[in-house]
């Protein structure tokens, strides 16, 4: 007979028999899933200690019940922090995907450990770091591109947490003088993670940073990117294009990757043949070979790149173009009847061509291959229920471009976004086509600014964009600052828009 302290059903026997616990009221209401056995019932019964009332349910709709109903429950440990002195009972030989939220052991840190990555996820954190320092172990997680301190606590556990992390990525436990990475596979509920993990020695403690993957985010089209009309159009000519170059640039975490892979998954259509070399493979695409770089073996991105260039491609995806190599080989594979999609981490889309040229490409070879390059960042979306507009004074209109007394709107914070001002991001794009005039100024070796200028001689720069989206209220002035690169106060100011 099953055992509640709370009026609910354990994880494991939920997901095992098909019954959920939706409703613990005088009559419980239970989901039954599709095809489950219906004895499950006679146990949830006297389990429950109360009438049922039964509701049915497909597979899918079960699992997103399921992951809604216990993924809230890992963090909520009833344990002190107090931690024992080590880590006993440590499993050697992890399954290949373990699932957080069927685990059976109770160790404080192994549900500590759980509630972390579980809290990560309820919150759409991208990152989890955890940081030591001599008075305390900093628990920070990056939602929405920002930093924001989660927990708190006690130094001496730092050994015990960075030790169970280890173990569960496969890592040398007693090595802890050098950085080490790997990967934990998971699963939460219904839901599939990837989290990579990363150690780092420091005075205090080795630092971890895991980095969360969500399998289902994997699949985004190119529709849902959020770009403006113009972008979208731009990046779904250049796709069409039989070869040539085409570049995606901005800072770590500007979403560069998610943009091509969007990108693949348009050209992804079993006509072509669609190779990639990345580092690392962030997700795996059905119908498109992935290669992973591995540099202790040699495997560098001009390596793999030549290497794919002999298995008969249509379109190559390389990861990031990082030196005169790698530069060299993509231009030359575009040459020679490919389409190749890559990233270059540079501030603005004119910067790219300033890039490759400083890396040895010549100049020539660049306007004949270069296709589109892309600039892009992501901002916070303000939250619709607090956000408060305001006029632009004349401080905020010469900072952000706009004209004074325009319509600005600001973050203010509320229960509906956690007291942050946003919720979500949204993707600003700027877009530098290739054309006759672009293409004579990169063969004359014509500097960024000279290029800027015959690109967007109506605006249309990151800035632009970002402004465009202070004015119709979607982010705060502050935000597409802090996003993009600042310009004289005169450039391309825009009207007041309605919000």
């Avoid at 009972?89 to 939220?101: K, Q, T, V």
Wanted: aromatic share 2%; proline share 5%.
């Amino acid at each position: 007979m099953i055992t509640l302290v709370n009026p609910t059903l354990p994880y494991g026997f939920a997901k095992r028999n098909g019954v959920i616990l939706l409703d613990a009221g005088d009559i419980a209401v239970v989901g039954l899933r599709d095809g489950a056995d219906p004895l499950a019932l006679i146990e949830t019964r006297r389990a429950l200690g109360r009438p049922l009332q039964v509701q049915a349910m497909d597979q899918a709709e079960f699992d997103r019940r399921l992951s809604d109903v216990y993924a809230g429950d890992l963090s909520a440990g009833d344990e002190p922090m107090d931690m024992p002195s080590g880590l006993d009972g440590l499993i050697e030989d992890l399954p290949a995907a373990a699932d957080l939220l069927d685990s059976a052991d109770d160790a404080p840190v192994i549900r500590m450990i759980n509630g972390i990555i579980a809290e990560a996820v309820r919150a759409g954190a991208s990152d989890i770091h955890l940081e030591p320092y001599e008075s305390a172990l900093i628990v920070r997680m990056r939602v929405d591109g920002v930093l924001r301190e989660s927990l708190s606590l006690n130094p001496r556990i730092t050994p015990l947490l960075v030790s169970r992390i280890k173990v569960m990525a496969r890592l040398d436990i007693a090595q802890k003088r050098v950085p080490q990475d790997g990967r934990i596979p998971l699963a939460l509920g219904g839901k599939t993670l990837d989290v990579r993990v990363s150690t780092l020695p420091s005075r205090a403690g080795e630092r971890v940073v895991l980095r969360i993957l969500d399998k289902d985010q994997a699949g985004l089209s190119l529709d849902q990117l959020g770009m403006d009309a113009e972008a979208h159009d731009a990046f779904r000519t250049a796709l069409r294009e039989p070869n040539g170059v085409i570049l995606v640039t901005g800072p770590t975490g500007s979403g560069k990757t998610t943009s091509l892979y969007a990108g693949l998954s348009l050209l992804n259509d079993a006509t072509r043949n669609i190779l990639t070399v990345e580092d690392p493979v962030e997700y795996a695409i059905d119908g498109v070979g992935q290669t992973q770089v591995n540099p202790k073996v040699g495997m560098t991105f001009a390596t793999g790149l030549r290497a794919i260039l002999r298995q008969d491609p249509d379109v190559v995806m390389v990861g990031e173009i990082r030196d005169v190599e790698t530069a060299g080989v993509a231009v030359q594979a575009s040459l020679t009847g490919h389409l190749v999609l890559s990233t270059v981490h540079t501030n603005d889309a004119a910067g790219a061509v300033t890039r490759l040229r400083d890396m040895g490409v010549e100049p020539f070879l660049l306007a004949s291959t270069l296709r589109l390059i892309v600039a892009q960042r992501l901002v916070r979306r303000l939250c619709g229920e607090c956000r408060q507009s305001e006029p632009a004074d004349a401080a905020t209109a010469r900072l952000c471009g706009v004209t004074e007394g325009a319509t600005v709107w600001r973050a203010q914070g509320c229960g509906s976004c956690n007291h942050t001002g946003y919720v979500g991001r949204v993707g600003v794009y700027e877009t530098l086509k290739i054309d006759d005039k672009v293409r004579r100024l990169i063969a004359a070796e014509a500097d960024e600014e000279a290029l800027i200028n015959a690109a967007f001689p109506q605006g249309g720069t990151l800035s632009d964009r970002a402004r465009g989206l202070v004015l119709a209220g979607v982010t705060s002035v502050e935000e597409a600052v802090r996003v993009t690169r600042q310009e004289t106060p005169e450039a391309h100011p825009l009207p007041e828009a309605a919000a």
